[in-house]
């Protein structure tokens, strides 16, 4: 079965600087890898998505993410935060006719 | 496109009571999703329906829970005798027909707090 696990539930960046949330996947095959954000009590955005066309994958908000199928890994960063990102990221990988999402990781940006 | 719907957006109950959720996908999306998420948790997936057809349902979809979407549109979630441990806010998403990267679109979701 196809799991995301993410690291950190809780992460602090500075307003300006670089932000990284890490996800590590694993799958049986080739995935199709997401991340969502959810503002409070509100639904989930997609962010971004791999499908296997580029491993660096562009999204909204100026986040972009990496696939390194050596690392297993989908990291998700942006070079300059900014106070509206404070949000719950959530990584994801699809699983068949689902999604499989990971615990979250809660972006915390400090003036 | 009016996105993903959901009613109520949030509804108080006390225990053993009835309640029902509604959903309302993106128009044309052929598979529509319903998730249960905790707090601090990601979201869990209970149940999906294909049209009409309810396709697989999660364990976590105790004998309590029933989900229907009789004409492909709309869906209902149910859940009788309501416990304290059923808190939690439930989204429901949608897919456009002929996916191939399964990418889901969510509603805002419905938060439900069992008294």
């Known amino acids: 079965a196809q799991s995301v696990t993410q690291l950190g539930s809780h992460v602090s960046v500075s307003e300006g600087a670089l932000v990284l949330l890490r996800c590590n996947y694993s799958?049986?095959?080739?995935?199709?890898l997401f991340w969502y954000v959810q503002y409070p009590n509100q639904g989930l955005q997609l962010l971004l998505k791999?499908?296997?066309?580029?491993?660096l994958v562009k999204g909204i908000n100026g986040f972009e993410a990496e696939f390194k199928k050596s690392e297993t890994s989908f990291h998700l960063t942006k070079p300059s935060a900014h106070m509206s990102d404070a949000a719950e990221y959530f990584c994801a990988v699809s699983d068949g006719d689902k999604i499989i999402f990971g615990k979250g990781t809660r972006l915390h940006i400090l003036p | 496109d009016t996105g993903v719907s959901q009613d109520p957006r949030h509804k108080i109950t006390k225990r053993g009571q009835n309640v029902t959720f509604r959903c309302d996908p993106i128009?044309?999306?052929?598979?529509l999703y319903w998730y249960r998420q905790t707090l601090g948790q990601g979201p869990e997936f209970l149940t999906y329906?294909?049209?009409?057809?309810?396709?697989?349902k999660s364990r976590l979809l105790s004998d309590r829970f029933s989900a229907e979407r009789p004409k492909g549109s709309f869906s209902t979630l149910e859940i009788q005798r309501t416990e304290q441990g059923d808190s939690a806010m439930y989204l429901c998403?949608?897919?456009?027909?002929?996916?191939?990267?399964?990418?889901?679109?969510f509603g805002p979701g419905t938060r439900l707090t069992v008294l």
């Open positions: 329906f294909q049209n009409e057809a309810q396709l697989e």
């Open positions: 799958s049986s095959v080739p995935p199709y």
């Open positions: 791999y499908t296997s066309a580029a491993t």
């Open positions: 128009s044309e999306h052929n598979r």
């Open positions: 998403a949608s897919t456009p027909s002929g996916s191939s990267y399964n990418e889901q679109f």
